[in-house]
């Protein structure tokens, strides 16, 4: 049985919690929270026996039989925290963004390299039945070799959530809104070619954009280049007036995947694309996101002592290429090299 501590007691936490609970190798033994009190409640709102925290260090002093720590703190926490649970030996599920900057991401990437820590980022959407489908369609070559990956995450108010969206404690996180949300488009783009790496960034974003903090990128577009040849657009918007969407497409030499929907030069007489029965990634409330897969697959890793296809040092490569899409943007859209930084 693995002992999970809790770190944060926000909404996603709610998410993890029930993973966790519904996994036969996993128990909960502790939260952490800023305040006891929040701790608390979200103890009781699950009725979980287990001790609470108002002070991460100190839960990580006291309680040394923790073997997994989740960590669902706003991102300009997630570095210091993620390094101090490494050092003590936890295992670790960490909430996206990894961070808020270049040096706080390979500051954790380095702490995590000298221990033998398993780490899974929440790059949820990666078993989103759509984004398995897709992925195993490339795989199986049916669109022939992928040329252009489309990706986008288009998170703004709608008519029910009329306010921006936005956190405040986090401002550190000024770059934009491909960091934000966008980040998961990223990872998805890169997943589907299996984990392909971005070397080359640019981006943009409008001028004219009416959100209150003038220094956070709301919309910004990157065109990326994956080692192996292919190019991507990827955007990500936290300002647009409309219902959550994440786009998903490949366009290869054989055949083309619209998320859900398939057109190849195999299938002989097709005159439309075909439907592909899957669920798709269309909604932006976390309980939609499959987290007890996620979980699953976490315990799994610590069981059999491998490593994850969405370990920290995977998600290094694509949090680069969001901060480099954002300060592109911030530049003249001049284009960034990734390779001489860091790549896996």
Request: charged share 15%.
């Amino acid at each position: 049985m693995l002992n999970v501590a809790i770190q944060g007691a926000g909404s996603v936490s709610s998410e993890h919690i029930r993973a966790y609970k519904n996994n036969p190798h996993a128990q909960i033994v502790a939260i952490s929270s800023r305040t006891l009190e929040s701790a608390q409640k979200k103890s009781e709102a699950f009725a979980l026996n287990c001790q609470c925290f108002d002070n991460f260090e100190q839960m990580l002093e006291q309680r040394d039989d923790i073997d997994i720590v989740s960590i669902c703190t706003p991102p300009d926490l997630h570095a210091v925290e993620t390094i101090a649970a490494a050092k003590t030996g936890k295992h670790l599920l960490i909430e996206k963004p990894l961070a808020v900057n270049q040096e706080e991401l390979l500051a954790m990437d380095a702490a995590i390299k000298v221990t033998n820590v398993k780490t899974v980022v929440s790059f949820v959407l990666r078993w989103n039945p759509m984004v398995l489908a897709m992925k195993q369609a490339i795989q199986k070559g049916w669109i022939g070799n992928p040329l252009l990956i489309q990706a986008d995450y288009w998170h703004g108010p709608t008519h029910e959530h009329p306010e921006p969206f936005s956190r405040p404690r986090w401002n550190p996180l000024s770059s934009g809104a491909i960091v934000h949300g966008g980040c998961h488009a990223m990872d998805a783009a890169r997943f589907i070619l299996d984990n392909a790496p971005i070397e080359q960034v640019s981006g943009i974003s409008p001028t004219c954009t009416q959100h209150p903090n003038p220094n956070y990128r709301a919309t910004t577009v990157a065109t990326v280049q994956f080692a192996g040849g292919a190019i991507g657009k990827i955007s990500g918007s936290t300002e647009f007036f409309m219902p959550y969407v994440f786009n998903l497409e490949v366009f290869g030499d054989e055949g083309v995947l619209r998320n859900n929907q398939l057109y190849t030069r195999q299938l002989l007489g097709q005159t439309a694309p075909t439907i592909i029965p899957t669920v798709l990634p269309d909604s932006g409330d976390v309980a939609h996101h499959p987290f007890q897969n996620m979980i699953d697959h976490l315990v799994e890793c610590i069981q059999t002592q491998s490593e994850s296809h969405n370990n920290l040092a995977t998600a290094v490569n694509t949090h680069l290429a969001c901060f480099a899409a954002e300060e592109s943007a911030a530049n003249g859209s001049q284009p960034i090299d990734l390779r001489p930084i860091h790549l896996h």
